[in-house]
């Protein structure tokens, strides 16, 4: 049957992860029990109960009871029984239509990938037009010329599911078609329906999949539809669809006939749609996780605050000062240390650095402080402080916005394409400062005046892409800043930007803090931007702080520790120092 | 700017034709309204056995170049000729003229260079055969590669998600070489790594291309990396040449402007500040 060849394959395509993912998503465990039972029935229903289902009997017309479960129909046959048997042929009348559907659909909108640009449109726009007309209509349209019958019920109904498929595949597959290891494959010289086999269509087969078993609710339904109205399954076979026909006119005098080929239509239908719903969940990695745990910030035992006297951070005597105090702290996600028992703190106008390889908890430890963690992570320390304001718990919103500026790391997903700049860049302003339109307008002005945004005024107006990378990120520096926070979190700010733009961000970020005193926390890969822009430089890997040094002891490469020194000569200008001295 | 005329002559064999020569190249991408000319009158000479650094920002054509000369782009106007012969003008599913070097390319992004679908041992039997692709006739070839790329030669049966970026990386540079390649054109494919492991993927081309004799082509935003594995290089601004020469004359005394401001740029070089006039 179509759905549980699709959970094989799924299955075998995902090997023994496939046996956890079960265990992880009750829905296709309970889509996948329903139709399984279903199959069961289908295959034994007309070979142990043909006689109560076909025998005409005198018991006509009974009321559901002892004897007959569901009551009997005008001919004295049981009704439950006939409802059990009419299991098989409903199920491979389904089957049949949704496989129809998913090989023609999925050749077609193969096929307009391979063709050739125009006949690729002309199809294309047949698909459209195809998946735009009802696909019900289409299937009555199809049965009445074909003549009623269940061999025409299960053509009408699959080729009307075909466009659907096709436009799928045709958008996914062609999304997967841009991808560098189909262009390499094109260049290595691999036919182009060995490349579709090859390359394109495995890394489909998941959404496909999903379809496919919605489809086959959908088919369920449609073809009990056709027969119903009597375009369908003739007698004496029959199916679901025809047992309600026939119940149809003593709806009145025995309701109870409608009763079983109903419930079966039911429970078939969210079997498949349970299943297609688990399969989704399975296929999507990010939902393959389970629930996520929520952010949650827990105090530690209170004893463990005594610690903080020791000043593993370095800082010594009159920390109390410091803007933000970040001590112990740790942050898990799914029992994975992410970072471990980080301390440090920032003076107010000074500049730290946090600067390690991917991986190395750098950008967790700043979304920590700015209480921004994603789902599923859990942030505890023995303090973690913006001033007189505990971060750990429930900050409020009002004063978290205020205080803290964000710079994101890539200007063009900051931004809300669709919003013009003077909304965005004015928000904090106005809705947490409770700032006039115009007085917030005036103050980001004044701010992307003073970071040398060119024509201030007109950027208000315009959309995020009509202004370069490096702009936005000035842009949205200079919104970070109008609020006059206590501290500027700036995680990977210049990273994707042109190394001529990130000098003249860097050297504009460096002017301003230094004009408004601002304390900043500076997160980086690049261990010379670090060294150029930092007053504190934390060194990170895996979690831990290994090292703590200077912005001025890195522009003069020293560096103690041995992961400081490697990071140090692996930019590729400092090794070519050391070939060519 | 006028593009100065093409650089490598002198280590030009005068019998050979060089195996990359690039003339007058003019590449128009997008149609009607939205046309642009990304690349603009470029010219090209790369010797055989020669490592030649392309340098630019965003926005230079560099990577369209790159694509040029795998066939995806077609040239407006101007040339293309691979070992003497000319490009032909088909892009990608034309026969290769007989006697065609050979060209490979390395994508920028590990993480989508490789099927997710399929092994290392797949992926790199697809190279040699592109046809068939069958693994069992290729297992020693396929160990040679992965130990040329210094990758552990059991792991061919491991699935990409399972290689972090440096390693991905390597296995695109083995698949490259299965095709065995007169050049090979490296696509900013250190740009997405970390430093450290950006350092050994720089070790290894080096590595390779004095084991193997190869040509390289390699992209980059960054000039430091270019000055470390390159002969000469060519700096591009809006799809134009504003330099080009041996890697050091470029480095010690920068013609045009732009590519001084690029060498000021970079904060690891020396007398870099962020203070001062901004």
Redesign the interface.
Known sequence: MAVDTALLAEAALRGPSARKAWRRSPSLLAGGTVLLTLVVVGVLAPVLLSGPAGTLTGDANLRPGGAHWLGTDPFGRDALARALVATRLTLLMAAGATALSFVAGVAVGAGALLAPPRVRQVLLRVVDAAVAFPSLVLALVIAAVLGAGAGSAVVAIGLAGVPGFARLTYNLTQGVATRDFVTTAHLLGVPGPRVLARHVLPNVSGPLLVLLTSSFALSLLEISGLSFVGLGVQSPQYDWGRLLNEALPSIYTSPWLVLAPSLMLVLAGAGAMLAGDGLARLVDPRQAHGAPAGTRSTRRAAAAVTDVADGADGAGAGSDDAVLVVDGLVVEAAGRRLVDDVSFRVRPGEVVGLVGESGSGKSTIAMAVAGLLADGLVADARELRLRDMDLLGRPPARRLATEIGIVFQDPSATFNPALRLGSQLTEVLRVHLRRSRTASRDAVVAALTEIKVTEPRRRLRQHPHELSGGMLQRASIAAALSTEPALLVADEPTTALDVTVQAEVLRQLRRLQREHGTAVLFISHDIGVVGALCDTVLVLRDGRVVDRTTGAALRAGAADHPWTAALLAARPGARHEEATP | MTAPTSAGTATTDAAAPPLVHVEDLVVVLGHGRSARTVLDHVDLTVARGAAHGLVG??GSGKSTLAKAL???HRPASGQIRLGGIPLPHRG??GR?PDGLPRV??V???PW???????TVAE?IA??LD??R?RVAPARGRIRTLLEQVRLDPDAADRYPHQFS?GQRQRIAVA?ALA?DPDLLVADEITSAL??????GI?DLLADLRARLGLTMLFIS?????V??VSDEVTVLLHGRVVEQGPTEDVFARPSADYTR??L??????PG?????A?
């Open positions: 920002e965003s795998v066939g995806v990608l599913r290769r490979q390319l994508p920028q992004d989508s260079s490789l099927d997710p679908r399929r992926t697809e190279a592109p046809r692709a970026g698949r095709a970390d430093l450290t492991t950006q350092a720089l935003h960054d000039l430091a990396v000055r470390e401001r690029l000021a740029a970079d904060p690891g070089a870099f500040t962020l203070d001062g901004g």
